[in-house]
């Protein structure tokens, strides 16, 4: 079963079994949460995003239209994820340009996503990366803007 706290206000039904929503988040309509995730408050999760199982949103995520998280993901805290390549006032593109992250990835604190972008299976974002280009599978990328230092053995 379920546990969403009485503060959150979460409008899709799509949200998997043994999923726990905490304080102060909103998931609007059209999202879809798998199984057993753990989304932390002050979370915001579009309609459009798809939340794989067993995944971690720690408190001060926003996931936007068109980001796909995959199964076993682990997003830190106020990691930032963007969708529009060239954000304007009152202007939106055609379509929003999501982020993938595949599955077994983990994005460290702070770190941020620009559009497009893919973190491949396995990868590590560390806290306060500036994630420009897609992250091969298994690589823990670091700075500004991020850069391969190595890969992880499995």
Same mark, same amino acid.
């Given at each position: ?46 309609? *459009?995003?798809?939340? &794989?199982? @067993?995944? +971690?949103?720690?408190? =001060? %995520?926003?996931?936007? $239209? !068109? ?36 599955? *077994?990835?983990?994005? &460290?604190? @702070?770190? +941020?996503?620009?559009? =497009? %972008?893919?973190?491949? $299976? !396995? ?32």
């Amino acid at each position: 079963m379920s546990f969403i706290h009485p503060t959150a206000d979460v409008a899709s039904s799509r949200i998997g079994k043994g999923t726990r929503i905490w304080q102060f988040v909103v998931i609007l309509d059209g999202a879809c949460i798998g199984r057993d995730c753990n989304i932390c408050a002050q979370t915001l999760i579009e309609g *459009g995003v798809v939340v &794989g199982d @067993n995944v +971690t949103v720690k408190s =001060g %995520v926003q996931l936007w $239209e !068109g980001t796909l998280i995959e199964n076993d993901v682990f997003v830190g805290p106020n990691a930032t994820f963007t969708n529009d390549p060239y954000p304007r006032s009152k202007a939106y593109p055609d379509k929003f340009v999501g982020i993938t992250v595949k599955k *077994g990835a983990s994005i &460290g604190a @702070n770190a +941020t996503l620009l559009p =497009g %972008v893919c973190v491949g $299976e !396995g990868a590590m974002v560390a806290a306060g990366a500036v994630v420009t280009k897609d992250v091969p599978p298994r690589a823990l990328v670091v700075g500004n803007p991020a850069r391969i230092v190595r890969y992880i053995e499995e």
